[in-house]
């Protein structure tokens, strides 16, 4: 599967794209491997944020600028929601893990309608292959074949 978004990707599709699990998973690796200091965490957070969107545009074949920065962006929200990293060292009443929870929540359903939304005018995809009528105008008139009458 390919990490470029395409209008006919699904929901669901979209939202499994978005996540730079690559990413994700160096990002796991590297936090068990260091000492347990806020600099250390925070710069390797900063790194592979930056590093998000260049590993997607050249690694996964992303072109659209809109997809890589709603990934850069998944990236942080996700780092946020678990409270991993550098927030392991912040403390209440400048982070709960309950609001990591919520904006996780929620960012789930953004992104995904943003990145799957088409041009108004175009047809949906199980009418693509019709052919359409011009708005206005109307539509053809359909000749009919008479049928002999049968005694």
Not at 102 to 115: D, I, N
């Amino acid at each position: 599967m390919g990490r470029a978004i395409e209008q006919e990707n699904s929901f669901l599709q979209v939202l499994l794209k978005l996540i730079p699990s690559e990413v994700i998973a160096v990002f796991v690796f590297i936090q068990g491997v260091m000492p347990g200091q806020f600099w250390p965490h925070f710069m390797m957070a900063l790194l592979l944020v930056g590093l998000t969107p260049l590993y997607l545009s050249l690694a996964g074949g992303v072109k659209s600028r809109t997809q890589l920065i709603l990934s850069t962006l998944s990236l942080i929200v996700w780092i946020y929601a678990m409270g991993t990293g550098p927030l392991r060292f912040v403390h209440p009443p400048y982070y709960e893990p309950w609001h990591g929870a919520v904006l996780l929540a929620v960012w789930t359903l953004v992104p995904p309608m943003l990145l799957t939304q088409g041009p108004e005018d175009e047809a949906p995809p199980h009418r693509k292959n019709r052919k359409s009528v011009p708005k206005g105008k109307p539509l053809p008139a359909v000749k009919t074949r008479k049928r002999p009458v049968r005694p």
